[in-house]
């Protein structure tokens, strides 16, 4: 008998990274004594909100507790049973999103969750209900989580203490996790309600002072040329924009952005 059991439990665990709630066990015909059978037997190492992992799970703790709690938004319900487009069902956000992409060293006592409807919120959980996009969401290690962009968007909206967000967008630039143009575009408008500078030079300078272009990605070291020095790039780009076989001011702009961007410094 316990063979057969264990041996659901596992088919479900091997779909869904080694992990098997108890009210999916008891979809399946594993009841709670046979549950505390394996527990007792080294079978099952429960995590937290009744979420167990077999011994073969391949996930580590800093990515198996994020994915427990998730499987948790939604106990009753299989992995495979959940939405399966981006934006549609709970992802890990806010602080939380930033422990899985490493950025920064946000404290935060809960697991946090974006989601696009109201869910239960099991034990030292919170759920943020906010619409998400497709774009908005990605995977890390299998567990759902809103990209770099969109966790500094959150936080910065959220109202986090800039010193933090400072480590923040420092991290995730030096990773090239985020294009700073773009970080710019959606965070300005959110400037005034959260008291920091809206201006392109003057928003590198004050979240990321100590930044040093030669250490970012070409896209970033093109952004921050664009942000920092808009009039080097605008009076470069015409002696650029001659040397072209064919014209091309979008392609002339980041060229010269490029090059102000490789030979400047916002200090």
Same mark, same amino acid.
């Given at each position: %008998?316990?063979? $057969? ?13 080694? %992990?098997?709630? $108890? ?7 594993? #009841?709670?004594?046979?549950l505390r059978h394996f527990a007792e037997s080294g079978l099952l190492l429960e995590l937290d ?14 990515? +198996? ?6 499987l948790a938004l939604s106990p009753g319900s299989f992995r495979w049973e959940r939405p399966q ?9 806010? /602080? ?15 697991? =946090?969750?974006?989601?696009? /409807? ?18 908005? @969401?990605?995977? @890390?290690?299998? &567990?759902? &989580? ?5 966790? =500094?968007?959150?936080?910065?909206? #959220? ?10 967008? %420092? ?13 710019? *575009? ?5 400037? *005034? ?8 030079? /003057?928003? =590198?300078?004050y979240f990321v002072p100590d930044l040093t272009p030669a250490l970012l990605s070409p896209r970033?070291?093109?952004?921050? +040329? ?10 470069? *780009?015409? #002696? ?9 001011? &979008? ?8 090059? @102000?961007? *490789? ?5």
């Amino acid at each position: %008998m316990w063979e $057969e059991q264990f041996s659901e439990l596992s088919a479900v665990a091997a779909r869904q990274n080694g %992990m098997v709630t $108890e009210a999916q066990a008891g979809r399946i015909g594993v #009841d709670e004594p046979a549950l505390r059978h394996f527990a007792e037997s080294g079978l099952l190492l429960e995590l937290d909100w009744g979420v167990h992992q077999l011994p073969w799970g391949s996930l580590g703790p800093r990515y +198996a507790y994020p994915y427990a709690a998730w499987l948790a938004l939604s106990p009753g319900s299989f992995r495979w049973e959940r939405p399966q487009q981006g934006g549609e069902d709970a992802v890990l956000s806010h /602080e939380s999103a930033c422990g899985l992409h490493g950025l920064g060293s946000v404290p935060s006592p809960e697991v =946090v969750f974006t989601a696009p /409807e109201a869910l239960g919120e099991p034990r030292a959980t919170k759920v943020h209900v906010a619409p998400l996009r497709p774009e908005d @969401v990605t995977t @890390v290690e299998h &567990v759902p &989580v809103t990209t770099p962009h969109r966790t =500094v968007v959150d936080l910065v909206a #959220d109202g986090t203490d800039h010193g933090e967000l400072r480590r923040i967008l %420092m991290d995730a630039l030096l990773k090239d996790l985020v294009d700073l143009r773009a970080i710019h *575009q959606d965070l300005a408008p959110l400037a *005034q309600r959260r008291e920091f500078p809206a201006g392109g030079r /003057e928003f =590198v300078q004050y979240f990321v002072p100590d930044l040093t272009p030669a250490l970012l990605s070409p896209r970033n070291v093109r952004a921050y +040329a664009a942000l920092v020095f808009p009039d080097r790039v605008a009076g470069l *780009q015409p #002696d650029v924009a001659r040397l072209l076989p064919v014209p091309d001011a &979008v392609l002339s702009y980041e060229i010269a952005a490029e090059i @102000v961007g *490789q030979t400047g410094s916002a200090r």
